[in-house]
């Protein structure tokens, strides 16, 4: 019987009187990724570096592959790659360079490193760039060449830390096709993120993560299901009469009324789809244009709402990141 890639109960990680990680049960198989979704400082760092023995816990068991993060992280280290939340590179080197250095690191000789590096870099639409210095690449690139670099040895389980933090949407999709490419290569990835549509596009299984605590688990259908059948979204044509359209539909579907973003936007959570439909009426017959409307399931952006009652970015009370006390410790 295949060993689960990652096992935890009761992962605890303090950071002085903050519980950065407080007591986290995952049960993950090997096969497919798996999200971890959090606002900053809900923790998630904090778990990835515990599992990735960068990090002892102060409390709890963890294993990964089938062993203990306390006994045997050498064994752990060699099954695992880990990329973080910034490209670790060197910027004076060039793509290649950096490949060729980690190879060597990995017991590669040189020849082997760099077959090896202008492999990967193929892999990554990067070749044209191999031989120029990293400084000189964009952001997106910059990401793919340190998501390369964790491929120099094709690790049995992938923690990708926000891969995508502060990179255009077009560099995005790039990172999201390479995470795809890695599940079908045999790759089991752990992947943590605070955008709700990645963990959306990418996660078979989500884990809800806040104030260092899962609060939810399960497929991104089973999360949304928990808030409702379905949603309700309106733009009105005047932004002006917003707040009139916002206590027409309460009132007339019973339930609580989303301000999105979007000036005139909202969304309203639905037990019964079927009442939609009384809800527009009413809008018409108090003379309130809407633009445009939709029904379909709640966006993860309102499952995490209703899960934890705000956004899904947020500080610490004193104003610095859990996972920020930890880089500080």
Known sequence: MTVPAIETRGLVKRFGNTAAVDGIDLQIAQGGIYGVLGPNGAGKTTAIRMLATLLRPDAG??????????????????????????????????????????G??????????????MTLLDAFGLTDAAGRQVKKYSGGMRRRLDIAGSLIVT????????????????????????????VEGGTTILLTTQHLEEADQLADRIAVIDTGKVIAEGTPGQLKAQVGTGALKVRVAEATRREEAAEILGRTLLAEVIRESDPAALTVRLEDE????????????????????????????????????????????????????????
């Open 155 to 182: 690790p049995q389980l992938m923690f990708l830390d926000e891969p995508t933090t502060g990179i255009d949407p077009r560099s995005r999709n790039q990172v999201w096709d390479i995470i795809r490419t890695l």
């Open 104 to 117: 060597r690191l990995l017991g590669y000789n040189s020849r082997e490193a760099k077959v090896r590096g």
């Open 61 to 102: 068991e963890a294993r990964v592959l089938g062993h203990d993060v306390f006994t045997e992280p050498k064994a752990i280290r060699e099954k695992i790659a880990l990329t973080g939340q910034f490209a670790s590179l060197d910027e004076d080197l060039t793509g290649i360079e950096n490949l060729m250095l980690l």
């Open 274 to 329: 079927s009442r939609a439909a009384s809800a527009l009426i009413a809008l018409q017959d108090s003379a309130i244009a809407v633009e445009t409307f939709a029904l379909g399931q709640p966006s993860l952006d309102e499952v995490f709402l209703a899960l934890t009652g705000h956004k899904t970015v947020h500080e610490a009370p004193d104003g610095e990141t859990a996972d920020a006390q930890e880089e500080a410790a």
